[in-house]
């Protein structure tokens, strides 16, 4: 067990300066574009949910509460918000470029979630084309999205405190997972529910909607430690959208709304992750 513990300290402090490095780049590339990425999804029009789908891949500070806030005052539609939201990746990108994953394995994780945001972003407003566009905006700089980013406090500053939090978060999932192992071991930790082709995805769906950090944080070392698969992964990171389902029942005071958009997100999560298993 004192292995176990020492061993998860050890890996996660390992990854601490990778976790920094990348981290820096997010910070320096949300404060170089944020406010052209704004731009230009107020003006992407029909062609929302491929723009949306394509610059919520992209590692930005709070942006899942951005397009929440820009969706609340009807200056994009139901399709890009969704997109947006379903390709949102939050942790998962630099917890795995810290991993050392392959690559190849990432960009073919971004790639599926990408291609199923702007999938379902297209289809929701094609049945929903009775969405209002350009109706007054609300401009809401909300709490939740400075205590996720930090961002007035300059990139180095707001790229330690962003480490920091997330190095905490993976050191007490690979604290807990490395004794799992210990005591259950690890054919039979990677052989539990989570690692079925049908229910991990329900129980991944489940867990991503945790609306913060944490939710990538777990799924992403699960993967990272080979307890769940890849359709797993996916499906759990599919229905996290960050923040942003926080900010959605603060900003937009449609409660039925709000309810069916988080069912929707659920919805296309787990089937794509059971369909990724069963692949």
Sequence with gaps: MTEAILDAIIDSIKILPFLFITYLLMEYLEHKTSEKTKKIIKKSGRLGPVIGGLLGAVPQCGFSVSATNLYAGRVITLGTLIAIYLSTSDEMLPILLSSGTNWKLILNILAIKIIIGIMAGLVID?????????????????????????????????????TVQIFIFILVVSLILNMLLFIIGEEK???????????GPILAGII??????????ILTELFVSNVIGIGTLIGGLLVNSGLGIIVLFKVNKNLKENIKIVSIL???????????ELI
């Design 208 to 217: 991503g909607l945790i609306p913060n950090c944490a939710s990538s944080v």
């Design 126 to 162: 094609f049945i929903y084309r009775k969405t209002k566009k350009n109706e007054e905006e609300h401009s809401i700089h909300n709490l939740c999205e400075h205590e996720h980013c930090h961002c007035e406090e300059g990139i180095i500053k707001s790229s330690i405190k962003h």
């Design 266 to 276: 659920y919805a296309i999560g787990v089937i794509a992750g059971i369909v990724i």
């Design 189 to 199: 930790l990677s052989n539990l529910i989570l690692n079925k082709p049908i229910f």
